[in-house]
């Protein structure tokens, strides 16, 4: 199994940055994309940024420009650099890793257990 343990949110003024970091731990798993959704309050998560199994990114459209994702693969940690940040990204980020199970063989996705961006003057 794999594990994600997701840090660095909290509450930011609009304007300011954050970076979020996840990073993987564990085996029988084996990761071939990785990424960021969101959640805010009332509202169906979002992919926000991603690697794809390709090794391209995606990101939402609202966050270009302004958010980052990137990885250390020697660490197995991925990054979301977050700056301009507005209201309207505020949500519960949650990290994401698509692979393949080493014991069974079957695809399947892991989730991180989210850390909380609140943007607010």
């Known amino acids: 199994q794999v594990q994600l343990v997701e840090s660095g949110g909290g509450l930011v003024q609009p304007g300011g940055s954050l970076r979020l970091s996840c990073a993987a731990s564990?085996?029988?798993?084996?990761?071939?994309?990785m990424g960021w959704y969101r959640q805010a309050p009332g509202k169906q998560r979002e992919l926000v940024a991603a690697?794809?199994?390709?090794?391209?990114?995606n990101y939402l459209d609202s966050v270009k420009g302004r958010f980052t994702i990137s990885r250390d693969n020697a660490k197995n940690t991925i990054y979301l650099q977050m700056n301009s940040l507005k209201p309207e990204d505020t949500a519960v980020y949650y990290c994401?890793?698509?692979?393949?199970?080493?014991?069974?063989?079957?695809?399947?996705?892991?989730w991180g257990q989210g850390t909380p961006v609140t943007v607010s003057s």
């Open positions: 994401y890793a698509h692979g393949i199970s080493l014991a069974t063989g079957d695809p399947g996705v892991r």
């Open positions: 564990g085996s029988l798993f084996s990761i071939n994309a």
């Open positions: 690697f794809t199994t390709s090794g391209s990114t």
